[in-house]
């Protein structure tokens, strides 16, 4: 009791000293447990969001960049594919496509074109607002609500992808009319619009101002189409009327095709239809690919769990050098001690207290720190995987 | 109080021994010890303590033959019966002036801290004019409220002896004077014997008897 009286009161007086070594101590603990927790988090958030997607259909290519790009909204491009393999999907009758195009972003937030099929696969919710209804809508992930501080009746817009793209790629005002529930995974990090909006984005389809007015008709003027001609880049329902597209849908690009197997059967049957390596588009199961990514993160975590473990060594090396210079200073003490009675047992005791002291109070502080990392790895990991794609 | 006969001690390098053939300290008396640097007089507090243990001879403290006694005995004879007052005060900086009075009972199972020791220490130190500043810590004392709150530490076991190393050797011409007079006011009031090892020449006088140690300083037989 007495020798923690005293080891209590000598941290109290040197308190900067304390705290430094405190927090010195609970980072070498809760370091390495940190680095676990995230990745372990990690892991299980990458290999769910791959397990969850049965097949991606895409063009050939790497199948990471196609994973990333459909599954985590990544700044990945890969070449798109034709919406005819949506439909030769449908038309095989073995499963649902539901084509995923993210060519776009606004706000540094992918915009991501794809059916209303997409909310059902992923179990979206909608905390506010209703589900896309009409062409140019958009539909909301939480963080971009946050972040943006956007929501229902305010707009966005689409991000010009090339200032010399005269071809298209205009900026398109979308108004907002529904955001999601969180759910801790890229969605959150996402704009959906219709399919059909992306191709306004991109240009393949468009409303404009009539090339001949009646007025010309009356007069005889022969139809001019140039870029005289006001396009529209917000779609209102006073000209919605105006928005068509050119070519056949079915060479409209979409970034890749997510496909939901009607069973086990249906799925080995369509794997089998893409194993041509001579086919331009490729049928691939992302948790594969996730678990392959999985493992070279984690062999990158054995040579992470080396270098904490040698800091960790170098910064107790300096906790112990902090205490030993600690004690040769107390050496007066402890030599005042003896001459009053104290045997070495005593002494040994009262610096032993203010070490386990210290330790206690690292080891909780990490604990604490710990805790709270456990709490909220979901969330962290999401927005650090949101950051690192 | 102390007792000694045919004490030798020799040191570990240099080739020296102390030899001291006969010193009697009587109860409540008060002896100077004076001598040139290195003649031995901390180590004879501290082969009177317990803390060094001589080649031969014998030490007795308040009748217990010191020399006789195993560590942990000598330890507690330390503990219940001397007062020590150091030169350097050997304050702790982290305890308060109180804590620091009161910090032999901090140390050792020998002593127990009651509220009885508590209600001493609170009249030591009011009585050595400290009463009001108990609550600070060394580094908010003067150099003679230090050696105030060092002789309250001393006097707060009620020993029978203090032994005092160079107690006045830090402080300026004033303060000497009256930090010793009042040592000797409270250990006359506690009825401790006062064995003082000092250089200071002027302060002898107010000794009952003063010892030249350079005497029992000699080369060691080879």
Request: glycine share 8%.
């Amino acid at each position: 009791m007495n020798a923690m009286f005293l080891a209590y009161a000598y941290l109290r007086y040197h308190w900067a000293r304390s705290v430094i070594l405190v927090i010195v101590a609970a980072l070498i603990l809760f370091v390495p447990m940190a680095t676990q927790t995230l990745l372990s988090s990690s892991e299980k958030r990458l290999v769910a969001r791959g397990e969850a997607t049965p097949l991606l259909l895409g063009s050939r290519g790497s199948k990471l960049d196609l994973t990333m790009a459909a599954l985590y909204f990544s700044d990945d491009r890969p070449d798109p594919v034709a919406m005819r393999d949506v439909e030769t999907i449908w038309d095989s009758g073995l499963g649902m496509p539901i084509p995923v195009h993210t060519a776009f972003a606004s706000s540094g937030f992918r915009i991501i074109g794809t059916s209303l099929d997409y909310f059902d696969f992923r179990d979206l919710h909608l905390a506010q607002g209703r589900d896309l209804a009409v062409l140019g809508e958009a539909v909301i992930g939480a963080n971009v609500a946050k972040t943006l501080a956007k929501g229902l009746g305010d707009t966005l817009v689409s991000s010009p992808e090339n200032l010399f793209d005269l071809d298209g790629v205009y900026p398109l005002e979308m108004p907002i009319v529904g955001v999601l529930e969180a759910t801790n995974t890229p969605d959150d990090e996402a704009i959906f619009v219709d399919i059909k909006t992306a191709w306004v984005i991109q240009g393949i389809g468009h409303g404009h101002e009539n090339v001949v007015t009646a007025a010309d008709l009356s007069a005889g003027t022969p139809a001019l189409a140039n870029a005289a001609v006001v396009q529209y880049q917000r779609i209102t329902p006073e000209n919605i009327d105006s928005f068509h597209f050119h070519g056949s849908q079915d060479d409209f690009p979409t970034t890749a095709v997510i496909v939901v197997p009607n069973d086990r059967r249906s799925g080995t049957i369509l794997k089998g239809r893409y194993l041509d390596a001579e086919g331009a588009t490729q049928l691939v199961a992302p948790a594969g690919v996730i678990k392959g990514l999985v493992g070279r993160i984690f062999r990158i975590k054995a040579l992470l769990d080396a270098v904490t473990a040698i800091i960790a060594l170098a910064a107790l090396a300096a906790i112990g050098l902090a205490v030993f210079l600690s004690y040769r200073l107390r050496a007066a003490e402890i030599a005042t001690a003896i001459k009053l009675g104290a045997r070495r047992g005593m002494v040994v005791r009262l610096l032993a207290a203010e070490t386990m002291t210290l330790l206690v109070i690292a080891t909780a502080l990490a604990a604490a720190g710990g805790a709270l990392l456990a709490r909220n790895s979901d969330t962290w990991v999401a927005w650090l995987v949101s950051l690192g794609v | 109080m102390v007792d000694i006969d045919d004490l030798v001690f020799t040191y570990g390098s240099g080739g020296f021994q102390l030899r001291v053939p006969k010193l009697a300290l009587a109860r409540g008396e008060r002896l100077a010890i004076v001598g040139p640097s290195g003649s031995g007089k901390t180590t004879l507090l501290n082969l009177i303590a317990g803390i060094l243990t001589p080649d031969s001879g014998q030490i007795l403290v308040d009748g217990a033959a010191v020399t006789g006694l195993g560590e942990a005995a000598r330890r507690r004879l330390r503990a219940s019966h001397i007062g020590f007052v150091f030169q350097d005060f050997a304050l702790l900086d982290y305890l308060s002036a109180r804590q620091n009075i009161l910090y032999p009972y901090r140390i050792t199972p020998a002593l127990s801290l009651t509220p009885e020791v508590r209600a001493r220490a609170q009249v030591l130190a009011a009585a050595c004019g400290i009463g009001d500043k108990l609550d600070r810590h060394p580094a908010a004392l003067s150099q003679g409220e230090k050696q105030r709150v060092a002789i309250c530490r001393a006097l707060v076991t009620q020993p029978k002896l203090i032994l005092s190393d160079e107690a006045t050797g830090n402080l300026d011409p004033d303060s000497k004077a009256r930090i010793l007079d009042l040592l000797f006011e409270q250990a006359a009031a506690a009825g401790a014997a006062v064995l003082a090892v000092t250089h200071d020449h002027e302060l002898l006088p107010r000794f009952e008897r003063v010892l030249d140690f350079a005497q029992y300083r000699q080369e060691a037989p080879v």
